[in-house]
Structure formats: C-alpha cells, structure tokens
C-alpha cells in the first residue's frame, strides 16, 4: 500500500503513571487451536533455518509499497472503517506466549493482505482483495517485562500521564496487544477481525474492540473527513513522505537496532456531546476550533491552506482566533511537537434507546513522550473543545517494523 500522507498537507502551513505489571493470574493455556497451531508449526520450521519463497512474499505484503519495512496501517490511506482489538496475554506469560501471538498474527495478516484467507478460514469469499486491508500490531509496555525479554521497552512506551478531563471507564484500559484492521468494507472488516481473534484463541484474551467508521471524503473538502461535530479532521498533518519522516517512524538506535521503523501508536477514546454542540450556533462551534465549518480555513483566513494568523485582532482589539482554542492549543510550541492523526467516529447504541458518539483518536509518532504527551497537556490545561469532549480511554503501542522475509513480526524484539 502506497504512502496516503505524502506530498503538501492540505494545510501548509509528570506524574505519569508508572507501568507496573499487574499479577498475572490467569492460567497460560497451553493448548493451541485452529490456525494458531498451524502457524506455529510454520514458524518453528523457519527457525530451524528453513524459510519459502512463499513465506518471504507474504512478509513483504506487510511492508508499504517502498523503502524500510513497515506496517501498514498508519501512513496508508485509511480505510473507511476501522476496527481495534485490546487483548492481554495470560497473567503468567513469558515470552514465549508473546512469541507464539506474534507468529500467528504474522502469518494471518500477511495471508490477508495478499488476498489469501488463513487455512482455517473457509469463508474466502469474505476475504479482501489483495492491497485492500491494512492491518497493524502494536505491543503494550508491559510485554517488555515478560520474562525472557532481553529487548528494553522505548523510554516513550508508557501510559499517557492521568490528566483531569479523563474520565476513563472499563474496558477501555491499556492491554498488551492491539490490532488495527481497516478497509473500505464494513463486512470485509468485521470477518478479518474475527479471524485474527479466533487465531489468538488460547494465546491472548480480548478486552476491548472499538469499531470506528469515517465517512468517505466529499471531493469539495480536499480528501479529508469530518467528525460527528462536522469538523474536517485530520487537514494538518506532518508530511511522512518527505522531511518530515522522523516524527513518525523510528531509526535505528544505539543498542536497539531493531527501532528502525517502528513507530508508536496512542489510541484515546473520547466521547463527544453531540446534542449539547449542535444547540450551538455555528459561530460559537468555529471559535471553539479555530477554523471554519464550511471548508476548514482558520478564522483569519477564508480557504483551508491559509496560514493561522494568532495575531489578528478584530475591531474590538481582540483576537479573532481564541487563544483557547483546539487548534491554537495542539499546534506545536516546539520543533517536532507533530503527530500523524487517523481520526474515526464511534457510535454506539446504548440499552436506553440513546447512543453513545464520539472519536477514536488514533496518532502515531516516533516518541509519544516528546511529541504527544505536551499536545495533550496542553488541551488539558484548557481547550474551548473539552466542555463538549470527554476521553474515557487510552492505550500507548510500539509498532514493531514490518518483519523482513522469512522472519516473523517482532522477532527482532523478541529475540533481540
Ligand atoms: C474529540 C476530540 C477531538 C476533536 C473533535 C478534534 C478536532 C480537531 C479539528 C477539527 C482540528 C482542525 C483541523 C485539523 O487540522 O485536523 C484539529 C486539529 C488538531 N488536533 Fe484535534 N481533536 C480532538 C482531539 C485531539 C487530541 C486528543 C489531540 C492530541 C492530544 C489533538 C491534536 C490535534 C492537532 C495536533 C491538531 C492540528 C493543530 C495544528 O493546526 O497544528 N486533537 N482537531
């Protein structure tokens, strides 16, 4: 899949919560079922030294169509719906179990990317066409106290320090694994997700799915969606195909060279007060944002690509843009405070007739640390959004780089 982010964007311009592992009680099952096992049973085999022509062509479908090996899924264009599964390895795992996730990941995902269905799949007509699926897989932090891990965590791979506005609820926790599968067809979604979570069945219990779903671009609002506020979300975004790179994917690192084209992954759940937001009236929406309902263009300016003027004052001495503000509170306040945002709606009916709407908000970014965490201290400490905004879920992922042929996904970790 080629690279969505690339070329002009749209728009040119501590007390953190230590990760300490929770005891593991659950019971390690050994058994493998279905299609776990028959990875496996493939992985072993590559371990020994043996490896396919077959195995190394679906290894590089895990990869964007050129240059460092990565997953898909975060600079690809993205689907129109997307789907996340939380899972936790069992209490008592080592890494072993972490190992035996991966492979079977690894080899289900890559088998979908082309196109193929896993073998215990007999649904083929479900499967995607090939290209048409992206599928990443992140690591939480505290895989990497697993027993038998020599690999050392990123400094950056840790939970989102607790911020007042967070108003977390179950079961939208940090787990140990996540899996990211999006595509144009809801249906094509919902059948891959099933098939990779049944493939985990006896290695990694799911905790939470989240399904998100962004309406398909109007051509006279340049490619971007809107959210359920009506906002174009996700018009700034850092440009990956060019110079600006290096906020997203990892390099090699002293000690570490398997950080080469890793990237982490935040995914918050915010629920958003549509009913209350649309009693606003639509000026009241603009200066709460910064930008125009209409096309995206910042108040000071009347077409989306205009620079944000923060200077501007109107006939009253004030200025035009509120300094409160989402947008003039996200921009960055130091070189490299860029993140690549994948913005989707959620919407969920609730047992008393109404729904529960709002945003899974998904960035990606070399070092969450660095680069996330002051952007979202800052819409904390005060942002016009959060009166009508709630996040009640977080999680923080290392996406290991695409595995090299014949080798497994974060068996460079793994087996560091
Ligand atoms: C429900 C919650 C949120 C909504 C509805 C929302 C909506 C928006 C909208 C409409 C824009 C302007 C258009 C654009 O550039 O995409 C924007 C910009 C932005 N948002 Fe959010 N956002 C939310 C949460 C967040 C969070 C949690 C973060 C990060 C911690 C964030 C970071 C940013 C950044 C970095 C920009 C670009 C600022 C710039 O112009 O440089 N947003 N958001």
Not at 364 to 370: E, N, T
Request: with cysteine; proline share 8%.
């Amino acid at each position: 899949m080629e690279n969505f982010f690339a070329g002009p964007c749209p728009v040119t311009s501590d007390d953190a919560t230590p990760a300490v592992r929770p005891t593991r009680r659950g019971v390690v099952a050994g058994a493998l079922s279905g299609l776990g096992a028959l990875a496996l049973t493939g992985c072993e085999a590559q371990s020994r030294g043996s490896s396919s022509a077959a195995t190394s062509a679906q290894r590089a479908s895990w990869t964007v169509a050129s240059g460092p090996p990565r997953q898909s899924g975060v600079t690809t264009k993205p689907g129109t719906h997307a789907h996340w599964v939380g899972l936790d390895l069992p209490d008592d795992a080592t890494k072993d179990e972490l190992r035996r996730a991966l492979v079977v990941l690894d080899d289900a995902a890559a088998r979908f990317v082309k196109g193929a269905s896993p073998l215990p799949d007999v649904a083929h007509e479900l499967a995607p066409r090939a290209g048409d699926v992206a599928i990443a897989v992140g690591l939480g932090p505290l895989v990497f106290d697993l027993d038998g891990m020599r690999a050392e965590a990123p400094a950056w791979l840790k939970p989102i320090p607790s911020m007042t506005l967070d108003d977390f609820e179950k079961p939208w926790k940090q787990t140990d694994l996540v899996v990211q599968v999006d595509t144009d067809n809801p249906v094509t979604v919902s059948h891959v997700v099933g098939q990779l979570v049944s493939a985990l069945k006896g290695t990694a219990t799911p905790r939470w799915q989240q399904r998100g779903f962004a309406a398909g671009a109007r051509p006279s609002d340049g490619g971007v969606t809107r959210n359920l506020f009506g906002q174009l979300d996700g018009m700034e975004q850092p440009n990956v195909a060019g110079t600006e790179a290096g906020h997203v994917w990892n390099a090699a690192q002293p000690g570490a060279s398997w950080m080469e084209g890793t990237t982490g992954m935040v995914i918050r759940r915010i629920r958003m007060d549509v009913d209350v937001w649309q009693s606003l009236d639509r000026t009241a929406q603009e200066n709460a944002i910064g930008r125009r309902l209409t096309n995206g263009a910042p108040l000071t300016g009347t077409k989306a690509t205009d620079p944000i003027d923060l200077e501007k004052t109107d006939e009253l001495g004030l200025t035009v843009i509120n300094p409160a503000a989402h947008v003039p509170r996200a921009m960055p306040k130091k070189t490299g405070e860029r993140i690549l945002r994948r913005p989707y709606s959620y919407e969920v009916a609730r047992d008393d007739g109404t729904s529960d709407r709002g945003l899974v908000f998904v960035a990606f970014c070399a070092d969450v640390v660095r680069q996330f965490v002051p952007i979202q201290q800052r819409l904390a400490e005060a942002d016009l959004l959060n009166t009508w905004t709630t996040p009640i879920g977080s999680g923080v992922y290392l996406l290991p780089a695409a595995p090299r042929p014949g080798r497994y996904l974060g068996q460079d970790i793994v087996e560091a």
